[in-house]
T-cell receptor, first 115, second 108 residues
Framework: NAGVTQTPKFQVLKTGQSMTLQCAQD?????MYWYRQDPGMGLRLIYY???????DKGEVPNGYNVSRLNKREFSLRLESAAPSQTSVYFC??????????????FGSGTQLSVL | AQRVTQPEKLLSVFKGAPVELKCNYS??????LFWYVQYSRQRLQLLLR??SRESIKGFTADLNKGETSFHLKKPFAQEEDSAMYYC??????????FGAGTQVVVTP
C-alpha cells in the first residue's frame, strides 16, 4: 500500500535550471496538494487541485507551475530555479469528500537545493 | 485572511511533565482544525482533529471558538512525543493551511 509517492527524494539544481517533481497517489483521492516546508515558516501551500482537471494557487505559487495529469498524478514544475526555492517539498492528498473523513496523507518529501 | 499561529517554535519539557502547544487561528467561517505530527524520519501524519473529539497517544485538543484557539495538551510527556507538531485549519474550499510548527523535545 504505497499511499502518496514522490520522486525524486533529493535534487540539487543550479540557478536557472528547470525540473519537475512527481507525485502519485493510489487511494483514489480527489484532492492533491503541494507544500513547501521551511524552518520557521512551517508548511506553506504552493498549489492545490480539488479534483482532476482543476488547479488553484496557494499562498506561495510564484515560480511554480502544476499539472493534474489525471486523478492519480499531480506534478510540480520549477521553470527557472532560484536559490529561494531551496526547500523540502511535500505532496499530499485527501478524499475531499466529507468533513468527518477528511485528512491529508503526505508523501515522504523531496529535499531540493538550488545553488 | 485566514491565519494559523503557533507562537512557540521550540518547547522543551521533562519526561512526565505536562505539555501544552498553543494554536490560535483567524477564520471568518466555521473552522475545521487539526493537529499533525512529524516524528524523526517519518512522514507527516494526522494526530487528531477537533471534530472527532478524540484522545490520541494521550493528547487532547479543545476548540475554543471564543478565544479562537485549539491548544494541544498532554498531562505527562513521554520521550517518544519528541517531534514537530503542526496545527492546521481546513477552509470551506477544502484547502489546509498550517502554522509554523512547534518542535517538542522531551528530555529524560
Amino acid at each position: 500500500n504505497a499511499g502518496v509517492t514522490q520522486t525524486p527524494k533529493f535534487q540539487v539544481l543550479k540557478t536557472g535550471q528547470s525540473m519537475t517533481l512527481q507525485c502519485a497517489q493510489d487511494m483514489n483521492h480527489n484532492s492533491m496538494y503541494w507544500y513547501r516546508q521551511d524552518p520557521g515558516m512551517g508548511l506553506r501551500l504552493i498549489y492545490y487541485s480539488a479534483s482532476e482537471g482543476t488547479t488553484d494557487k496557494g499562498e506561495v505559487p510564484n515560480g511554480y507551475n502544476v499539472s493534474r495529469l489525471n486523478k492519480r498524478e499531480f506534478s510540480l514544475r520549477l521553470e527557472s530555479a532560484a536559490p529561494s526555492q531551496t526547500s523540502v517539498y511535500f505532496c499530499a492528498s485527501s478524499d475531499g469528500a466529507t468533513a468527518t473523513n477528511e485528512k491529508l496523507f503526505f508523501g515522504s518529501g523531496t529535499q531540493l537545493s538550488v545553488l | 485572511a485566514q491565519r494559523v499561529t503557533q507562537p512557540e517554535k521550540l518547547l522543551s519539557v521533562f519526561k512526565g511533565a505536562p505539555v501544552e502547544l498553543k494554536c490560535n487561528y483567524s477564520y471568518s467561517g466555521s473552522p475545521e482544525l487539526f493537529w499533525y505530527v512529524q516524528y524523526s524520519r517519518q512522514r507527516l501524519q494526522l494526530l487528531l482533529r477537533h471534530i472527532s473529539r478524540e484522545s490520541i497517544k494521550g493528547f487532547t485538543a479543545d476548540l475554543n471558538k471564543g478565544e479562537t484557539s485549539f491548544h494541544l495538551k498532554k498531562p505527562f510527556a513521554q520521550e517518544e512525543d519528541s517531534a514537530m507538531y503542526y496545527c492546521a485549519l481546513r477552509d470551506s474550499w477544502g484547502k489546509f493551511q498550517f502554522g509554523a510548527g512547534t518542535q517538542v523535545v522531551v528530555t529524560p
